[in-house]
């Protein structure tokens, strides 16, 4: 099945939105390094998402969900299957749940965090202010449950819209929904497209002045301006941090790894949890450096570092 089957097949049913052939991931992903995915889609409503899934399931093609591609290392190679990209999915609504202590709010799994956390910041709402800096779209921060400074996520979900790979839409409450640290319960054939959340209303100068002190010291602490996927481990279990991949950073850091570098990876100086692209890395090399990183921790105090970031494809 080539790829212009595929844009037969949803041409003649149901599709709104981009179709894209050999498109890099290196243009789709923070790192800026990912060889072409054979087809990405961007479909513009649920209905188009759904007749992609079908057409998919029917010719037995992978399929895999990006979102900012801010948590992602994709494969020097070519990349088989269909990307999905619900980029076009970006609405933020009040919903129902709203009273005089609190607002819902509807959020689809498009819309950049950044988005949610301007909203918050004119209208005054306030619980995810230390989630400020934390690059994504809303649909990748739910499957991470992203955090920051303690806070996660999932502290204010209601509920997750998902989508199966039969096209049928599924609302999953948040007690049947189990969090941990950078992980979910969500099956990786579960496609969020959208979530309710809780927030407290408060003042828009109160709220304000919180994000600002979050983005201080994330500016701080983070090499922001770098093109990285954030932390690249997970903090060991037991190895408790206030910060966002601080454990596992301070590990590397005291193993000696800061400055590492293979081929043009490197591990960041000013926080060792981030690897950065310091040019024309290759995902061959990230990896290279992933073990070599883990290798050196293991030896130095025994314990064994985990990937927080997901990988695609093959180097
Ligand atoms: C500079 C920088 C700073 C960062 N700081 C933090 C931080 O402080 N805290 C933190 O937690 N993270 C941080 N990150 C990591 C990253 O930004 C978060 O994990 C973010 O939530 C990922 O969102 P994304 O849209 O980019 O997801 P992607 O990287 O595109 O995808 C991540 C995973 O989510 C899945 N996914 C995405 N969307 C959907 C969907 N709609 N349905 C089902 N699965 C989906 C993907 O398949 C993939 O497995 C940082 C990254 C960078 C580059």
Known sequence: MSGKDVKEILEKGLFRGEIKFDEPMAAHTSLKIGGPVEIMVFPEDPVSLKNVLLAAGKEK?????IGAGTNLL???????GIAIS??????????????DKNVGLFVEAGAPLGNLLNFAKKEGYSGIEAFA?????????VSMNAGSFGAEIKDVLVSVAVMNMDGEIIILERDKLRF????????????????????????????????????????????LGEPSAGCVF????GIDSYREGDAAGRLIDAAGCKGMRVGDVEVSTVHANYFINKGRAACKDFIRLMNAVKAKVKRYCGVTLEPEIRIIGKN
């Open 61 to 65: 093609i992978p399929v895999f969900i």
């Open 234 to 237: 997970k903090n060991p279990v």
């Open 74 to 80: 994709a494969g020097d190679r070519k990349i088989k």
């Open 180 to 223: 941990s640290y950078r992980s979910s319960n969500l099956p990786d054939d579960l496609i969020i497209l959208s979530a309710n959340i809780v927030l407290r209303k408060d003042s828009p100068e109160d709220v304000t002045k919180r994000i600002k002190k979050f983005l201080r010291k994330k500016r701080l602490t983070q090499p």
């Open 133 to 141: 800096g934390i690059p994504g779209f809303f649909g990748g921060a």
């Open 86 to 99: 619900l980029k076009a999915f970006g609405n933020i609504e009040l919903t129902r749940e709203t009273n």
